[in-house]
């Protein structure tokens, strides 16, 4: 079975949040002095039934569904480093890849409970509860499927209304502009008062 089937017919088990996205920050991290680390709190505990209603609602939103495609593109990635130093060989070292991905794939498990952990930290279990409510009834799955366009719909009508008041301002301002100062002239510059030479081009 290749990767890209696998991932077809078990999405929900596609994709680790790799060290490839937090590599840049523990590199970071590691570089700094030890002793300069500041002290960390200790974090309270969660319980079990808050942590319960954390993954309800995260898996309501589909909070982590964007990681779906992590792990795919970092085989895809690994294949690309490999694959060119032993181009005849193409066929083996992307099964062998697949075969080593699919090995992580059950890896999944452990950030959907580190998102839940954040999830819970952020909000009360009662809120989550009511999330995961809003969130798996009829008008809840609604907002999730057809909110990106909704939001791009939104964006284009901000636009127009947008370009509508900078149109209009301007115009307005033209406007203002000539009472104070006469007249303007086609680019829209205030006119020189009657008796006053236009000053010269630089």
């Keep these: 079975m290749s990767i890209v089937s696998y991932f077809r017919a078990a999405p929900a088990l ?6 490839t996205l937090a590599a840049p920050a523990f590199a970071q ?8 680390a500041a002290p ?3 974090q309270p505990e969660i319980s079990e039934s808050h942590l319960e209603a954390a ?3 995260v898996d309501a939103i589909g909070a982590t569904d964007e990681f779906d495609n992590i792990l795919l593109n970092i085989a895809t990635q690994t294949k690309a480093e490999f694959i ?4 005849n060989r193409q066929a083996e070292i992307s099964e062998m890849v697949d075969e080593k991905a699919l ?3 059950s890896r999944r498990a452990d950030l959907e409970a580190e998102v839940a952990r954040v999830y819970a930290r952020v909000f009360s279990e009662d809120e989550l509860r009511q999330i995961a409510a809003f969130y798996g009834s009829e008008a809840g799955k609604k907002l999730i499927e057809k909110g990106p366009e909704a939001t791009r719909e939104s964006i284009a009508a901000a636009r127009v209304w947008s370009n509508g008041i900078m149109r209009d301002l301007r115009q307005a301002s033209i406007e203002g502009m000539n009472e104070l ?7 829209g510059t205030p006119g020189t008062a009657e008796g006053e030479a236009a000053p010269a081009n630089q």
């Design 40 to 42: 960390t709190e200790a």
């Design 84 to 87: 060119p130093n032993n181009p």
């Design 29 to 36: 991290d590691q570089a700094q002095p030890a002793e300069a």
């Design 55 to 57: 993954r309800a609602a």
């Design 103 to 105: 090995e992580l794939a």
């Design 181 to 187: 100062f006469g007249e303007a002239d086609d680019a």
């Design 14 to 19: 596609v994709a680790t949040l790799s060290l």
